[in-house]
């Protein structure tokens, strides 16, 4: 349709169903044509012979009383027929021609149900509202944001964590916040025959055999069972493990770990000390301070134990990695020995597992859950509330954030709820999962979510054996040329930025609901491109590639269950020459409450059959000029860091895959 006004009264329309099998609709569909001067009554468009079938096309032609002026929306309403089912219906699309006129296209894309009421499409591109030139566009966006602020509201999570949506079950999600998410079929016969066993594992051939059958097919998990107790893959799983995400260099001891130079001595060189090796920066730091004093859970009618680990590890001569000092809780004290590789092996393998141990449970809830699912839903929740349909960051972030609602519910239903694994097998139960929550959530730094800060910040930035941080920092800087090049579609200058007032909105409702804004250093107003272009970033990488690191590695990790253990049977040691092979077995979690634990992290592991790779969109916004372009551009470029991810780990004797961008889902789907 040009832009001219015209008197022509007469418009010929057509309504594109999608094409899926469930995509149709017995109910009665209203149109009704909205110009900058006038609108046409509504008109049924499915009368007669007229039906919305799965993937048809239904035409009609519209008079208008008087002129329309400029066509700019199209207004569709569902009515239920009498007597017939009350079904959704996906529409592609609405094409609307003014007789001897250009054909003017209003894509929908979405699913409309007669609850919903009216719903306007509109065929202008993506703009800021600063750029609308239509009032009657300018009052959609506002009805829009008005209308999605009702419908979707914050509700308390947690005390101190980020807020999350307001909604009680999926079917209060709705079709178009909900998808499909099919996994390939899990051989967990071999882990349910062992639920009924209360009781801990006799010793390790029992575990052995089950690894048997169920690991032999996982190579790095085979690789874990046959080096988890050297202290050189112990170093190498904090930086390329399930959760490369807490070690840090560090100079100066923390004042409550009970080292001195003399005790570490025998394990550095031999011309050194660990003053030198501070300045040097070969001293590193695992620190789980989050977790002191929380109390574990009750297993099988059993308490369980959780310990606050200091680990200290230094850079050695070979470039591994290696443990040097182990202190299990926070606070010094002549029953809180400091545990040395040169103790007796069994006193310094137990102390290593329960490092692992405080490990599953940041890795679980901080690393893995607030950064990437909690950290999508708060996102998905401000971009539903403030920014509308068309404005160019919503159809940006969307394909990374949509998908965190739904799993989000269903986690909050199921894992962790009463009766589910958490409840019942693992050691941060549900009283100690909120607590953990509420404290990691005023610890997170903006800086830390940030991966070429993040990386700097802890000292990794130049570790060559941190394959993580080497492909996290590729990663990144590809996906934030991408978010750079799309905002400059939109953004002329940092005045833009400033002037959108949809923007500062968004902004400002997440941090009200999200992380401590001033503590944590989080952006409270957005003045420059380069600000905003960097938080972009940080969300699509932490729904993505992040997500994909901590998700699809951690069963490879756990299945050798010793390496990974989700609770304790007993206290930490309060003295040192005491621990027996036998004494480790009886520390390790119960039968049952192992294999429900692998049993979920099975299913959580696997990529779903409908899998989108990383900035592989399906949304027809990405098919079209400049967007079809900057997506080729990424792709290319991710491509790339594909091809040389499979040269260096064909060269590696244990391959580092989670970052394989192939391998990276677009969202936080599981």
Known sequence: ????????????????????????????????????????????????????????????????????????????????????????????????????????????????????????????????????????????????????????????????????VDLDSLSDLGPNLSYFHKTPASNLHHLRGFISRAEPWSDFSELETLFAHIGHQNTIARFVQAHWTDDWY??????????????????????????????????????????????????????????????????????????????????????????????????????????????????WLLAKIWVRCADFQFHQLVSHYLRTHIMGELLCVATLRHLPDFHPLHQLLMPHVRTSLQINLQARASLLAIGGVFDQAVG????????????????????????????????LDNLPQSYYGQD????????????????????????????????????????????????????????????????????????????????????DFALWMPNCPASMARPPPQVKGAVTQDDIMSYLPDVNSTCRVLMALTVLSQPSVNFVPLCQYKEAVFQDDPHRRLVEEVQAQLKAISDDITERNSQLELPYPYLFPGRIENSVAI
Not at 48 to 77: E, I, M
Not at 271 to 297: A, F, H, M
Not at 430 to 455: F, G
Request: with cysteine.
């Open 234 to 347: 112990f170093g190498y799983q904090c930086l390329n493990g399930s959760n490369p995400l807490l070690l840090r260099q560090t100079r100066l001891l923390p004042a409550n770990l009970s080292v001195t130079s003399d005790m570490l001595r025998p394990f550095l060189p031999g011309d050194s000390s660990l003053e030198q090796e501070l300045q040097k920066g070969t001293i590193y730091l695992l620190d789980y301070d989050v977790l002191d004093g929380l109390p574990g859970n009750v297993i099988n009618r059993k308490q369980t134990y959780l310990s606050a680990p200091l680990c200290l590890l230094h850079l050695n001569q070979q470039g591994q990695l290696v443990p040097v000092a182990i202190q299990l809780q926070q606070m010094p004290s002549p029953q809180n020995p400091v545990f040395l590789p040169s103790d007796p092996s069994y006193d």
């Open 472 to 555: 996290a920092l590729r990663v990144w800087e590809v996906l934030h040329g991408f978010v750079l090049s799309w905002l400059d579609v939109y953004y002329s200058g940092d005045e833009d930025i400033q002037q959108d007032s949809e923007l500062q909105s968004w902004i400002s409702d997440i941090n009200t609901h999200g992380f401590t804004p001033h503590s944590g250093g989080f952006p409270t107003v957005f003045y420059t491109k380069a600000e905003l272009s960097k938080f972009v970033t940080m969300v699509v990488f932490s729904c993505s590639a992040l997500h994909a690191a901590v998700n699809f590695s951690q069963l």
């Open 428 to 459: 941060s139960g549900l009283n100690t999962l909120s607590v953990l929550l509420s404290r990691a959530s005023a610890r997170i730094r903006y800086r830390s979510l940030c991966v070429p800060d993040d990386l700097m910040d802890r000292g």
């Open 1 to 164: 349709m040009s832009d001219t006004t015209t008197s022509c009264q007469e418009f010929e329309v057509t309504i594109h169903t999608s094409p899926g099998s469930t995509c149709g609709t017995f109910s009665r569909l209203w149109l009704t044509l909205i110009g900058s001067e006038s609108e046409t009554p509504p008109i049924s468009m499915n009368e007669s012979d007229r039906r919305l079938l799965p993937g048809s096309t239904c035409q009609a032609r519209v008079w208008a009383s008087g002129p329309l002026g400029r066509l700019v929306l199209v207004r569709l309403r569902l009515e239920v027929r009498t007597g017939f089912p009350d079904m959704d219906w996906h529409c592609s699309r609405v094409a609307v021609r003014q007789v001897d006129g250009p054909v003017q296209v209003f894509l929908c894309e979405r699913w409309l149900r007669p609850v919903e009421g009216d719903v306007e499409l509109r065929s202008a591109k993506f703009c800021l509202l600063k750029d609308e030139t239509e009032e009657k566009l300018k009052q959609q966006r506002l009805r829009q944001v008005q209308g999605q602020q009702e419908l979707i509201r914050w509700r308390p999570f947690i005390t101190g964590a980020p807020y999350c």
